[in-house]
Every structure is written in C-alpha cells, then in structure tokens.
C-alpha cells in the first residue's frame, strides 16, 4: 500500500496537478511492467472533500448520485469499456466484468475505498440499438472510466485507471488523467450559472392522437385476454434557445429529489439526465434489494387532501392490482436466486414531491454464485415497465413502439467486491444540443382511463419540467 493523497490549495488547478503528476507518473510505470490486457487502479484521498459541494457533471462520462445516503460518483474518459445486445447481453456482461475484476490491481493508502467501480447501463429493448437521439449509446454496456470521484460521508477520492502493460502511451494517459481529475473537482461547485434555455414546445396534435390510439389498442388487447397489463410512453419534445446547461438541470434534480438515485451520461452535445425512485436491483453486503413500484397518485399541498389522495390510491383495486402484478412477478424471478426472500404482503407509499407510487421493497440474501448481472438478467423487464405476461407484452410493444433506447432500461455501478446498484432509466430527459426529449410512461390494465393515464404522465413529466425550468 501507498500513503500518498493530493492536498491541493482550494481552487488551485496548478497546485492540484502539481501534487498529482509524481504519484500518477510513478503508478504509471508500475501499470506499464504489468501484464499487458488487464487494468491497473491507484486511489489518492482528497483531505479538503468537506469543502466539495454538489456533484461533477463531466461533459464527457457518468454521474451517480445519492444524496439520501451521502453518496455520489463521477467518472471522466474511458479506461475500458464492454459492449453487449441480444438476449444474452447481461451473460456477456456479467463474464466481461468477472474478467475485468480478475485481472485488475489496484493500490491505495490505508482506509481508501476500493475504487475499481464500473459504470453500467442498457437499453429497455434487447434488439433494439439506440437510435441517434440516444447518441451512440449502446443497447448495453460497462465502462471502467479513467478518473472516478467518489464521495461518501465526507470524504473524497479520486480513482485514476489504465490499462496495463502499455509504456508507449504512459504520456498521453497522464496528461489526461490530470486535465479530467482538475475538471472533475473544478465542477464540483456550488456556483452553477443559471440560464434560460426559453423553451418551445414542437410536441404535435398528432403525437398525443398516436400515443391515445395506442392506448385504446391496448385496452382492446387486454378485454380481448391477450394481455393483462402493457406500459405504454409517451416522448414529448421541445426545442430552446441556446444549449442546456447539463450540470445545473442536475443541481436542480439531486437537490428537489433527495430520496432518488440522480444519473447522467453525458457526451459532447448530448446528455441522459434524471432522477429515479426505483431500484431495478442493489446489493450491499450480500443483501439484496428490489423495488415494486406501480400504482401512481398525484401529490397536494394541503396535507388532509394529500393524504386523502394515498388512501384512494391504496383502496383502488385496479390500482392495488397493478402492483401486485409487478411484486409477484419480482418475488418469482428472485426465487432460485436468493435465499430468505420478504416481501411486504400490503404496499406502503413512496412520496415523492410531484407523485406518490405504491411501493413494496422486495428483500433477500444472495446465493453463492449469483450476481448483480445475472440478478438484472431474471429481473429486467418487470411488468412496471414491460406487461404481463412479458413475452405477449414485449411482442405487442415491439410492433407499436420504437424509440425507447435507455429510458425504462438501467444504468448504475457495480464495485469489484459484488456490491451495487441499479435503478431503472425513469423521470428523465435526452438532450441534443437544443432538443429535449423528455419520457413518461402509464400502465395500462382492465378498467384504465384513458384521461387519467394521460394525466398521470403529466404529473411524472412535471420532475424534468421544473428541473428545465420548463414550467
């Protein structure tokens, strides 16, 4: 083990790079007399971290948050990366990260957190790759980036990975390890610039006409017994001004969503952003968690008619079993794959600042064997956002909806050791320059009202649209 950390003066980009450029240099080297192929990781301790406010959006990476449990991540540039598609892309997923894992050093001072953390993320449909709104994105993938800032209960680290056995590049990866570190701290301010982007709508009579008639077709399929529930989304898009600023829209998000898990993956000219409420799956010390979630109300200010609004919800039997559809179906698929599993016999309420959902944690231990991949593998897609049953409902969408790319997929981290998370793509928007796209989805079962599901993705459209400053 190493005892080195970086102290730079507040504010000072030079004297950062200065106490960096040595212990980088050096585990340079070391990386470089290793076995070539596999990865090489040093973390060095940021002492000055209290003085680091809000979380780094790079202009080109990954940014996880979650303020609830002082925890965030941001990763700049690409150590390496693993693409996969197809019905057995999370196998291949999972095998990638087994062998990244097996042949990845890492080295830190005493107490450091291990930072060997992958960036993961995938797209709702198997076969379908991402179109160009969604920025070459691929239908999944893990990324191990170049520079990692992790944040926890504060302190701060910063994780710099290469790939091994490659001297000839040993300058290049420097000079760019410094410049993403420098950037990575820089923007993690509490001085975000606030701008206008002056919002126009472009989102057409005609679009809100198809998303309706597909809705009457839905229910036409479900009477008929075709289908007992199918997630139905709605894209509504807007043109601005002049670009969006990325980092403030997620200031903005992480700072009204607390209790969510904030994300962004960010390009040049593009941007995925948003905050979720539901966990696909974590693992944390050999537990495994998973959210049911499904069954929506609004939320009111006075808090008799808030509360008025949870106990209807709660008394809905279309809405109650809509629930239980996407619980039962969680707790079937974590079966073979965890032992002890609990899961609430009555749904609680998860209360969010724009809606309240019905919401039942499903619990268990993981078996040996098993992972977060092969766990995403048996969960993905759950009828909150897919249908019942799944093969009648992913078919039926298929031939109705195109587009998706990551929105009602995944994204999150998964750490060497099997600890993890993964929160379903929801309540978010895809920038291109000054186009946004913003995604709500409904679930449609027997008894739906075709007014109310419209108006229930209203309500999930509002988190992106007070983020944007869209009204």
């Given at each position: 083990?190493i ?12 004297g950062?790079s200065?106490?960096l450029?040595?212990p980088?240099?050096a585990?340079?080297?070391?990386a470089?007399?290793?076995?070539a192929?596999?990865?090489?990781s040093l ?5 000055e971290?209290a003085?680091?406010?809000g979380c780094?959006v790079?202009p080109?990476?990954f ?5 609830s449990?002082?925890?965030d991540?941001a990763?700049?540039g690409i ?5 996969a598609?197809?019905s057995?892309?999370f ?5 990638a990260?087994?062998d ?5 050093d ?5 107490g450091?957190p291990d930072?060997?953390i992958?960036?993961?993320?995938f797209s ?14 691929p239908?999944?993938g893990?990324t191990?980036?170049a ?5 926890r209960?504060?302190?701060a680290?910063l ?9 000839a ?7 760019g ?5 420098i950037?990575?701290?820089?923007r ?7 701008r ?6 472009l989102?057409?009579a ?16 479900i009477h008929?017994g075709k289908?007992?529930?199918i997630?139905?989304?709605r894209r509504v898009?807007?043109a ?5 600023d990325?980092?403030?829209?997620f200031?903005?998000?992480?700072a009204?969503?607390p209790?969510c898990?904030g994300y ?5 000219g593009?941007?995925?952003l948003?905050v979720?409420?539901?966990?696909l ?9 998973v ?6 109300a609004?939320?009111?200010?006075d808090?008799?008619?808030d509360?008025?609004l949870?106990r209807?919800?709660l008394?809905d039997s279309?809405i109650?079993e809509e629930?239980?559809l996407?619980?039962?179906?969680i707790?079937e698929?974590?079966g073979p794959?965890?032992?002890d ?12 600042p724009?809606v309240?959902?019905?919401w ?6 993981l078996?040996?064997?098993?992972n977060i991949l092969?766990?995403?593998g ?8 897919g ?11 298929s031939?109705r ?9 995944a994204?999150?981290?998964l750490g ?5 998370e993964?929160v ?5 928007g895809?920038?291109n ?24 993705t209203?309500w999930k459209?509002?988190?992106?649209r ?6």
């Amino acid at each position: 083990m190493i005892d080195e950390s970086l102290s730079p003066p507040a504010g000072t980009a030079s004297g950062l790079s200065g106490r960096l450029r040595l212990p980088l240099a050096a585990a340079l080297e070391r990386a470089a007399a290793r076995p070539a192929g596999g990865l090489a990781s040093l973390s060095l301790a940021v002492p000055e971290a209290a003085g680091l406010a809000g979380c780094a959006v790079s202009p080109e990476g990954f940014t996880w948050s979650r303020p609830s449990r002082n925890f965030d991540l941001a990763g700049a540039g690409i150590a390496k990366a693993v693409t996969a598609a197809g019905s057995g892309r999370f196998v291949t997923l999972a095998a990638a990260h087994a062998d990244l894992v097996a042949n990845w050093d890492h080295e830190g001072p005493e107490g450091a957190p291990d930072g060997r953390i992958a960036f993961a993320g995938f797209s709702f449909d198997p076969d379908e790759e991402p179109g160009a709104d969604w920025h070459g994105l691929p239908n999944a993938g893990l990324t191990v980036p170049a520079v990692l800032l992790l944040r926890r209960h504060g302190h701060a680290w910063l994780t710099f990975s290469t790939v091994t056995g490659e001297a000839a590049a040993r300058p290049q990866v420097l000079e760019g390890w410094l410049a993403q570190a420098i950037g990575l701290v820089e923007r993690t301010t509490d001085q975000v610039p606030q701008r206008d982007a002056a919002p126009v709508l472009l989102e057409t009579a005609a679009a809100e006409a198809g998303w309706r008639r597909r809705l009457d077709e839905a229910l036409g399929a479900i009477h008929s017994g075709k289908l007992q529930k199918i997630v139905l989304t709605r894209r509504v898009r807007y043109a601005t001004s002049r670009p969006v600023d990325c980092a403030r829209v997620f200031r903005a998000l992480e700072a009204g969503h607390p209790e969510c898990a904030g994300y962004a993956v960010t390009q040049p000219g593009f941007a995925l952003l948003g905050v979720s409420p539901e966990r696909l799956v974590s693992i944390e010390d050999g537990t495994v968690t998973v959210d049911a979630l499904a069954g929506t109300a609004p939320r009111h200010p006075d808090p008799a008619a808030d509360a008025e609004l949870a106990r209807q919800m709660l008394d809905d039997s279309k809405i109650r079993e809509e629930h239980a559809l996407v619980r039962d179906r969680i707790v079937e698929a974590l079966g073979p794959a965890c032992t002890d599993l609990v899961a609430p016999s009555e749904p609680g309420v998860m209360r969010l600042p724009r809606v309240q959902h019905l919401w039942s944690p499903v619990r268990g231990y993981l078996r040996a064997g098993q992972n977060i991949l092969t766990l995403t593998g048996r969960l993905h897609p759950t009828p909150a956002v897919g249908g019942s049953p799944a093969e009648s409902a992913l078919e039926w969408l298929s031939e109705r909806e195109t587009g998706r790319g990551w929105y009602t997929g995944a994204c999150g981290w998964l750490g060497a050791e099997g600890d993890g998370e993964l929160v379903v793509v929801l309540r978010c928007g895809v920038i291109n320059d000054r186009t946004v796209d913003l995604f709500a989805g409904a679930g449609i079962v027997a008894g739906s009202i075709p007014e109310r599901e419209l108006a229930e993705t209203e309500w999930k459209l509002m988190t992106m649209r007070g983020a944007l400053q869209f009204g």
